[in-house]
């Protein structure tokens, strides 16, 4: 630290709060410690008493909080966020559209290794609305070696740690299987629910067709809408393991490529996931995601959404923290179920 003239210190950084009293209004810090000072600040100072102030004394091996934090920021933000003004060594990031977002769990934990900085986030694999915040980050001390956050910009690498993928505009078709439901033996209620849940993203639903138990029949309208241009294709009913349940095997016979059938998550096991040659994704909804609140089908769908293909490890991964509770008052995304 060095004593200096109040009127001399612009550009400066104070090494302690400045605390302003006015009676019966406020008593807190007017500046905080790391604030740089500016022009405008001076009568400020000078109003509470401050002819002379401690500030930190520039030395070329460190950088000042904020600067580093700027540092943490860069190692960070990627497209479609914004950044906060750097603050007294921290910064956020801010979506600026609905999307996917995900995290560089191996990098992230190696920049938190290093001590004397930090970088939390949301957590990835979720989806995020706009105006949503990522991340903050922080530097611990007042000022921080330069070297420091050199070792950090080693250990973040050349890629930033966070992306945020924009869905994208797509096309859907429903197939609904079930003799009970073609017969008419009972009011279909899966389409309803679908239709829901898709009005959640930017998706044109081009039909709802319902087929009997007959796998030739639910192949070839999983094919009729695959050959409208669908870019998906969900098809509900008939995924159990009975033997009238031939949802898997017609979704199969397209020439999809099956990821998995099952899945370590509930409500969702039965849940079916294929990718046609050209990647498009059929799913088969198993029977809980027309009354559970939220299901596998709310995991996966905002990744399909984003064009993230999801794989057989992917799927496995969801087993921890693939128990959904069943609030009674249900705030997904922001609970632990899916993460």
Not at 193 to 204: C, Q, T, W, Y
Not at 323 to 330: A, D, I, P, R
Request: glycine share 10%.
């Amino acid at each position: 630290m060095k004593l200096m003239k109040t009127t001399e210190a612009v550009g400066q950084v104070l090494c302690h709060d400045m605390t302003q009293i006015i009676p019966g209004v406020t008593k807190d810090a007017v500046f905080r410690k790391g604030h740089v000072v500016r022009e405008e600040d001076i009568p400020v100072l000078l109003s509470i008493g401050k002819d002379h102030i401690y500030v930190w004394e520039k030395d070329e091996t460190k950088y000042h909080e904020d600067e580093a934090a700027d540092i943490l920021r860069e190692l960070c933000q990627n497209d479609h966020m914004r950044a906060t003004e750097a603050k007294e060594g921290k910064v956020e990031l801010i979506a600026e559209c609905d999307g996917l977002f995900l995290v560089d769990e191996e990098r992230l934990v190696r920049v938190n290794s290093l001590g004397e900085m930090m970088i939390a986030t949301r957590h990835g694999n979720f989806p995020v609305k706009k105006g949503d915040k990522l991340a903050g980050t922080r530097i611990i001390p007042l000022v921080i070696e330069k070297e420091k956050m050199e070792e950090a910009r080693r250990a973040a690498g050349d890629t930033p740690l966070l992306s945020l993928i924009p869905y994208k505009t797509k096309k859907a078709g429903i197939v609904t299987t079930g003799n009970e439901v073609y017969f008419g033996r009972i009011q279909d209620q899966f389409g309803p629910v679908i239709r829901e849940k898709l009005a959640e993203f930017d998706v044109e639903v081009l039909g709802q067709t319902i087929v009997n138990d007959d796998p030739q029949k639910i192949t070839a309208a999983i094919q009729a809408y695959l050959d409208q241009g669908a870019d998906f294709v969900v098809c509900t009913g008939g995924m159990s393991v009975d033997p009238d349940d031939t949802t898997p095997t017609a979704i199969k016979n397209t020439g999809a490529e099956i990821v998995s059938y099952g899945a370590p998550v509930l409500p969702g096991a039965m849940f079916l996931l294929a990718y046609t040659k050209d990647g498009r994704p059929v799913m088969g909804l198993p029977g809980c995601v027309m009354y559970a609140k939220r299901t596998i089908f709310d995991l996966v769908l905002p990744k399909v959404m984003a064009d993230v293909r999801v794989s057989r490890a992917d799927l496995a991964k969801l087993g921890m923290g693939g128990l959904c509770l069943g609030c009674k008052t249900c705030i997904f995304p922001n609970c632990g179920f899916g993460k």
